[in-house]
């Protein structure tokens, strides 16, 4: 039972354009939820998280956006490089919980 | 460097056999996690250790499936009389933190079962 759920496994975007990622997520007892981006041969590595008390949070060109009431979140890159080509996974953790639960991860290419 | 290692990064194994994954956190973090990626999946997480405490198991697929750290630092992850569905990337992380949050993965080791 996917808990998790990144429906678009892939998008392609032109170079300077805004990339939009999404992610639905079915456990209302999620408070805390995370992106990973993953090159290939490497694991993951942390982008950005937000909490459930915030609707939105942005780290330069990332801003990651929660609708708690839609349970959706989204990850924008905007202008976005050739170098954020890569796999980008969603993540959320219950409260209080040692775990996180990831989605099945959306490839984003970058086309320069 | 100072990232999470983790070997080997290939292990090819015939059915049935025991396989064993080593981990290296990063030093000082207290938190290490194990997660298998199956292809086409999402990261599952296994097994989860916090300092001294007891692991969280909660996430290992069945009895054949075992973990063990030393201390805060190196953890072995093995896996008896492997089968095919045991084909997996499996994926080790640290954090500095008490709850799953931020954490630092490193490159996997991919099992294939054949």
């Known amino acids: 039972d996917q808990q998790v759920k990144q429906n678009s496994p892939s998008l392609s975007v032109q170079e300077g354009r805004i990339s939009i990622l999404n992610c639905d997520y079915t456990?209302?007892?999620?408070?805390?939820f995370l992106w990973y981006k993953k090159y290939p041969a490497e694991g993951p590595t942390f982008l950005i998280s937000?909490?459930?008390?915030?609707d939105k949070n942005e780290d330069g060109r990332f801003t990651v956006f929660l609708n708690k009431s839609a349970k959706h979140l989204s990850l924008h890159i905007v202008p976005s490089q050739p170098g954020d080509s890569a796999v980008y996974f969603c993540?959320?953790?219950?409260?209080?919980?040692?775990?996180?639960?990831f989605g099945t991860g959306t490839r984003l290419t970058v086309i320069p | 460097g100072a990232g999470v290692s983790q070997s080997p990064s290939n292990k090819v194994t015939e059915k049935g056999k025991d396989v064993e994954l080593r981990c290296d956190p990063i030093?000082?973090?207290?938190?290490l996690y194990w997660y298998r990626q199956r292809l086409g999946q999402g990261l599952e997480f296994l097994i989860y250790?916090?300092?001294?405490?007891?692991?969280?198991k909660s996430g290992l697929p069945s009895d054949r499936f075992s973990a063990e750290r030393t201390g805060e630092s190196v953890s072995t992850l093995t896996i008896q009389r492997t089968q095919q569905e045991d084909s997996a990337v499996y994926l080790c992380a640290s954090s500095s933190l008490r709850l799953a949050g931020e954490q630092f993965f490193g490159p996997g080791t991919r099992l294939t079962v054949l």
């Open positions: 993540a959320a953790r219950g409260t209080g919980a040692n775990n996180l639960f």
């Open positions: 937000i909490s459930s008390i915030k």
């Open positions: 030093s000082g973090h207290t938190a």
């Open positions: 456990n209302s007892m999620f408070d805390y």
């Open positions: 250790f916090q300092g001294n405490s007891a692991p969280d």
